[in-house]
């Protein structure tokens, strides 16, 4: 897949079918449940900017991943921030530095806003991953993240 043409757009409804598709994909490889709630999440999200956004991942118009990007305030941080929530390219995509422009379109979209950091959650097991995003200027932080559902 050398001849590769990749360009990012912001996704709106009438790409929810495709979409979709890939983030079904996506939960097969992660093993996350995909069901109702999560098409009302992503709806959710499409219907609101100030939540976050999602942007295809194309080439040639053609997805071939996404990435989700929500946002939070936070005072340690001194304002907003985003957070990449969901990310995937399909494997065939994989390894030929896509991940890498992704975030630069991600850094250079938030500092228009002026966000003050990029945040992202890193399976333990998925080191190829996390490799990338050392390589690219993330760094762990001293602390854990933990949830607790609530509904």
């Known amino acids: 897949m050398s001849d590769i043409d990749i360009d ?12 979709m598709e890939l983030v079904e ?6 093993k996350i449940t995909f069901d109702e709630r999560v098409i009302k999440a992503f709806t959710a999200l499409l ?8 942007w295809l991942i194309c080439d040639r118009d053609r997805p071939i991943g996404y990435v989700a990007v929500t946002y939070f305030f ?13 990310l995937y390219i399909r494997e065939a995509y994989r390894s030929q530095g896509i991940g890498n ?7 250079d979209y938030l500092k228009s806003q002026s966000m003050r950091s990029l945040s992202l959650v ?3 097991w998925n080191d ?3 490799a990338l995003y050392t390589k690219i200027g993330f760094r ?3 602390r854990h993240l933990m949830v607790k559902h609530i509904n």
């Open 122 to 124: 890193v399976d333990f």
């Open 74 to 86: 936070s005072m340690e941080y001194h304002g907003r921030c985003g957070l990449v929530d969901e």
């Open 140 to 142: 762990r932080e001293k």
């Open 8 to 19: 990012f757009r912001v996704a709106q409804f009438i790409d929810i079918d495709p979409l």
């Open 101 to 107: 422009r992704v975030f630069i379109m991600l850094e």
């Open 128 to 130: 190829k991953a996390e």
């Open 25 to 30: 994909e996506f939960y097969q490889f992660d």
């Open 47 to 54: 219907s609101d900017e100030q939540l976050g956004l999602i």
